[in-house]
């Protein structure tokens, strides 16, 4: 083996440890479709046949996506697509799992799992373009663009947006909706990326004022722009979930950028007061915070939808009431929000963990990406974009498992959610493109 | 100490014990509270220690940050572990009341369950129904076919209101979940076979419960009749009561007659909602005498044949009380016989003072005053006194002496303590759940009778038992007397402060070996010589007919 790679070393291998893991995961995403299929629920209806047809061929994509890589001989990272696939894989089996029940109280949700399919198929094109033909130094130059178009994306949000649940987070065109929030994220990342890795020369510096010594300008001044923008945010769309993900993806990048904790404490006091101020001035802020202490304190009301979700959780217990057997569609707005609590009752605490498991996974690898890349935008940048979705998913899983209260936010990869799902796709695929400038030749699967 | 991974695992590992031993015992705030120390602990032993000048984006900080996600990621598993596993059964079963409405939110599943299940029926001793479950169509309705048994099943409406009374306490053997081993369950739950409710046999007997309503009539007041020998309650009767069949909520339209019966109950000043048998507390006025009497006899104080002077009126510090009850105002001495067969106040308020408060709160206790008594269905507690600095002065212990005071009980109560004097003394747990049963007729369990508690001894209740039957041959209870059986007995009338007082009874009966005891109350009754007293001679009398 070593001489076989020491004689043709320009070339890398065939990716058999991707296709592998991605065998795997489309195998299980199949044995999920499967077996809801033929749960036996009574006089209820159960998922159809062609739906069940249909999810396992967007589940081959993942298998074409993969082979695609291998036949191009990409050099990027061979975990990030099975883990990806797992994942939505598993948002994939639920929201099937789910549309027959949700259609049943809502036929406006009856094309759910079709939408979901379509998503995803165009979630995994997305992906293997961006892993393929996004060239990153484009993204490095357009920094300000992108900061420009994030504030331009939440400004429009804000005048033309369609406001739904009291929160104003999509905006309409046409027949699409889109949530630029998502979009924003993205955008945030890179824009932080750039701008941190150009300023980086200047940590060593501070700035005198009297006996205080404070961060350099150029680290404060984007500090008190986000903290503001995320303020802002929070006040005019009302969205304690997204405010909450942009300031932790900046702390994080600023902490990475850095090696301050000091930055992070202030920022996270700075925060702190905020959220204050906001629950002493909103009452829907303060709703959220009783639902978190206590959703029973209005069982039928406000505490209802919490409350559903932790009677969902807990009726899972440790192995859960297996696919298909329990009754999350109680569960209000279930196949977004709450989409962690139906995994939670059908897989028990086993499938919960395993969930965290393959974020922290996902996480991990993307670290594990950033380190190995010498430039800093780019480890900046692979920095960032693991933290997404890591920030991300412990918001949700947080506030629906009463550790924070509760934010609306997708639960990346699983949630049902266009913007949502293409968004984290493009992230995904970033990631794939990164890890793919630093494999320099080497083939990946020596670095066992 | 060294700070390295190595603890942090360790704390963790520690941290899952403790979550996993104590979780039970927080609140959700404490809880978090600890996660949050927890978490801040972690990181601070896992936290890498060499402070090396880190430069930009360096290897060192990424991984920092992938150690703070990491630590969040198992916070946010602990807290999954304190919901699915930890606290599982406590927030599947958990239930929230509307406090204006009295409206039930409970898990859907279980309601669900409650929906379809083949729940077990409740049955009197006789075999009658009480409670049982018609399946239609896939959804189980529950039917309560005899009104005067119905309200001591409680209430059934999953939908609405929740369970309550034996429908509550009984819960897992109606629904069939008591009546398998674990490994039987997983089998059931795995092959999706739905449980078979086990059957309730009560102690109730139906016939003798309709009597005590027909005696009732539309009075208001309860009747409590009890198997002296085992506690077992034969009759437990509370008027006005509710009609749980019409609280059932299968189905939407159910739902709003429910609700509107719902509220005329929670509206009707009678508060129907309240079973007085058990639940309604009442000054137990001149009955309470028997406790006193067993009292000093029991301390050494008195016997029967003490004297004792009454010539009417008593003045302690003050306090004037006054005798209305002397069959012949000529005699002042009277023995504690006599006094208890014609219920002299005057005489009762001397021996309380002679007990003195605390041998007084310890025999009222010993007989279950501000005890909890344990049984079936919900009890109100009683008291002696709202605390004990009430009995501190004199006027209050000779007031306590003759059953006024602050005393309270419940006629279930009293019930046993007529039944102690009759059973040597011996207190027995009261109960109505003879036997669960499954539909084959197999005995799963059975209530064996047990000693709650040994009251006094057993010479001081066989005095007072026959002061008892003393005052039926000899005294104003002479009306209970039944031809051919040994009768004992008090009359108690109880001072409210509003309008007419509340009347009471209280006695056995033998053969002459005590067999029943009952209690009696009428709210608003008048004396106790009338009313109460001929409910308690007939049901006495209908029980001993029943059982030759």
């Known amino acids: 083996m070593t001489l076989m790679s020491a004689t043709r070393p320009a070339l890398p291998r065939f990716r058999w440890r991707e296709l592998q893991l991605v065998v795997l995961a489309t195998a299980a995403v199949l044995a999920g479709l499967v077996s809801l299929a033929t749960v036996n629920r009574g006089a209820l209806v159960t998922a159809l046949w062609q739906d069940i047809q249909a999810s396992a061929l967007v589940a081959g994509l993942f ?79 357009f920094k300000y663009t992108a900061l420009l178009a994030s504030l331009a994306l939440l400004a429009v949000t804000f005048v033309f947006g369609t406001e739904i649940n009291g929160a104003r987070l999509w905006l309409t065109i046409g027949p699409l909706q889109m949530q630029p929030s998502e979009v924003v994220k993205l955008t945030l990342v890179i824009f932080l990326a750039a701008y941190l890795a150009e300023k980086r020369d ?24 986000m903290w503001a923008a995320s303020l802002l945010v929070l006040v005019i769309l009302n969205d304690l979930g997204t405010a909450l993900l942009f300031f932790g993806i900046f702390l994080a990048m600023l902490y990475a950028a850095s090696g301050r904790p ?28 009783q639902n978190w202490l206590d959703p029973w304190w209005d069982p039928l009301d406000a505490g209802y939808q919490p409350m559903q979700a932790e009677y969902a959780l807990a009726s899972g217990g440790i192995l859960g009431t297996g696919l298909g057997l329990g009754q999350p569609w109680r569960i209000p707005e279930v196949q977004t929000d709450f989409i962690f609590a139906a995994i939670g009752e059908e897989l028990g605490l086993l499938g919960t963990c395993a969930v965290l ?22 480890r900046l940048l692979a920095t960032g974009l693991a933290a997404t979705v890591g920030i991300q998913a412990a918001i949700i899983v947080g506030g629906v498992i009463r550790v924070i209260p509760l934010t609306g936010i997708t639960l990346p990869f699983i949630s049902y959610g266009g913007s949502s799902l293409l968004t984290n796709c493009l992230l995904a695929g970033l990631l794939l493109n990164i890890s ?12 066992r | 100490m060294r700070r390295n991974p190595v603890f942090a695992v360790l704390g963790v590992a520690l941290l899952v014990g403790a979550g996993w031993g104590v979780s039970r015992y927080l609140s959700h705030g404490q809880w978090l509270a600890v996660l949050a120390v927890a978490w801040l602990a972690v990181l601070f032993l896992a936290w890498p220690r060499r402070q090396k000048r880190t430069g930009p984006a360096s290897i060192e900080s990424v991984a920092k940050l992938g150690l703070v996600l990491t630590s969040v990621f198992a916070i946010l598993a602990l807290q999954l572990a304190r919901i699915q596993a930890w606290e599982q059964e406590r927030i599947v079963t958990r239930i929230a009341r509307d406090e204006e409405t009295g409206e039930v939110a409970a898990n859907p599943r279980l309601i669900n369950e409650d929906l379809r299940i083949d729940r077990g029926r409740i049955l009197a001793r006789d075999g009658s129904v009480i409670a049982e479950t018609v399946i239609d169509d896939g959804l189980a309705h529950r039917r309560y076919p005899d009104p005067a048994t119905a309200y001591v099943a409680g209430y059934f409406s999953p939908l609405l209101y929740g369970k309550f009374g034996l429908e509550a306490t009984y819960d897992a053997e109606l629904r069939g979940e008591a009546e398998v081993s674990a490994w039987t369950r997983w089998q059931d739950i795995l092959l999706h076979r739905p449980p078979r409710g086990l059957d309730l046999w009560l102690t109730l007997d139906s016939s003798l419960q309709r009597y005590a309503h027909e005696l009732l009539g539309d009075r208001t007041g309860a009747v409590v009749l009890i198997d002296v020998e085992t506690g077992a309650i034969v009759a437990l009767a509370s008027n006005p009561h509710f009609d749980p069949e019409a609280l059932v909520t299968t189905t939407a339209e159910e739902r709003d007659a429910a609700a509107a019966y719902w509220q005329s109950l929670l509206d009707d000043s009678d508060r129907p909602l309240l079973l007085r048998a058990t639940q309604g507390l009442y000054t137990p006025g001149s009955t309470f005498k028997t406790v006193v009497a067993a009292a000093a006899i029991d301390a050494g104080i008195a016997t029967p044949d003490e004297v004792y002077r009454d010539d009417g009126l008593l003045d302690v510090e003050g306090h004037v009380i006054i005798e209305a009850n002397r069959p012949d105002d000529t005699i002042e001495m009277w023995s504690l016989r006599d006094a208890l067969a014609f219920s002299l106040n005057v005489v009762f308020a001397q021996v309380g003072l002679e007990l003195g408060a605390n041998l007084l709160w310890h025999y009222a206790e010993q007989f279950g005053f501000g005890q909890e008594i344990p049984f079936d269905l919900p ?31 419940t006629p279930l109560q009293m019930a046993m303590v007529a039944a102690a004097i009759a059973n040597d003394g011996a207190m027995m747990r009261p ?11 197999e005995t799963r369990s059975e209530t064996r009778p047990r000693v709650w508690r040994q009251v006094v001894s057993e010479e001081t209740a066989r005095e007072v038992r026959d002061m008892m039957i003393h005052a039926v041959t000899n ?30 009874f209280i006695g056995f009966v033998g053969d002459p070996e005590p067999r029943y005891a009952v209690a009696v109350v009428l709210e608003h009754g008048g004396t106790g010589l009338s009313g109460p007293l001929a409910i308690a001679r007939e049901m006495l009398a209908a029980a001993m007919a029943q059982r030759a």
């Open chain 1, 63 to 141: 298998l074409a996506a993969s082979l695609g890589f291998a036949i191009v001989r990409y050099r990027g990272d061979q975990t990030i697509l099975p883990l990806v696939a797992t994942l939505a894989g598993i948002g994939l089996v639920f929201i099937e799992r789910l549309q027959p029940d949700l259609a049943a109280l809502d036929p406006d949700l009856a094309g759910l799992a079709s939408r979901h399919r379509i998503y995803l198929a165009a979630g995994m094109v997305i992906l293997w373009l961006a892993a393929a033909f996004v060239p990153l130094d484009w993204l490095q130059r």
């Open chain 1, 202 to 225: 200047l940590i060593g510096a501070s700035w005198r004022f009297g006996p205080l010594r404070l961060p350099p300008i150029p680290y404060l001044a984007p500090m008190v722009v």
């Open chain 1, 262 to 289: 000091v930055y992070v404490l202030t920022g996270l006091a700075a925060f702190a007061v905020a959220s204050w101020l906001a629950y002493a001035l909103f009452d829907r802020i303060g709703i959220r915070v």
């Open chain 1, 357 to 378: 498991a393959l974020y922290l996974a996902l996480v991990g690898r993307g670290l594990i990406i950033a380190l190995r890349t010498r430039d800093a935008f780019l």
């Open chain 1, 436 to 447: 793919a400038t630093t494999e320099r030749g080497q083939p990946a699967g020596r670095r």
């Open chain 2, 379 to 409: 009890v109100a507690r009683g008291q002696v006194a709202s605390s004990k600095e009430f009995l501190e002065s004199a006027p209050a212990i000779a007031d306590t002496g003759f059953g006024q005071g602050q005393l309270l009980a």
């Open chain 2, 431 to 441: 109960y109505l759940v003879e036997r669960v049963v499954t539909r084959d007729g």
């Open chain 2, 475 to 504: 005294g104003y209870a002479y009306g209970a007397a039944i031809d051919g059986l040994v009768v004992g007995g008090k009359t108690g009338t109880a001072e409210t402060g509003d309008g007419e007082p509340h009347a009471w």
